[in-house]
């Protein structure tokens, strides 16, 4: 993600207030307490492990990583992209992967 994009998001968060809450964090919020969690399923190819949902109920989620860290980090910023939320909104969002392989994702 851009320094540009994320300076931007801070400062629209900045700008509305801490108290104030995007709709979309809202709407990332019912999804999971009605659908559950976005599952995964990885693939490498070449140096990438790809990860590609399979239950997303508004099409897909496709991203990238070099390695599982990374791939992580990739999977919740493309969750969140999915429902429009800025990143500046990554600690609210609370996205975290919730099974032992770590291949479903849900608010925490």
Do not use: W
């Not at 995007?22 to 140096?47: A, T």
């Not at 999915?82 to 919730?98: C, G, Q, R, T």
Request: aromatic share 10%.
């Amino acid at each position: 993600m851009s320094i540009l994009k994320q300076v931007k998001d801070n400062i629209v968060k900045f700008m509305l207030g801490s108290e104030s809450v995007p709709r979309e964090l809202f709407e990332l919020s019912d999804y999971f307490r009605s659908c559950g969690p976005i599952k995964f399923e990885f693939h490498r190819e070449g140096d990438k492990i790809i990860a590609v949902s399979k239950n997303f109920r508004q099409g897909s989620i496709v991203t990238s990583g070099k390695n599982r860290k990374e791939l992580d980090e990739n999977i919740k910023d493309a969750i969140m992209t999915a429902f429009d939320l800025p990143s500046s909104y990554k600690k609210e969002a609370k996205i975290n992967n919730v099974d032992s392989n770590e291949k479903e994702y849900a608010f925490a």
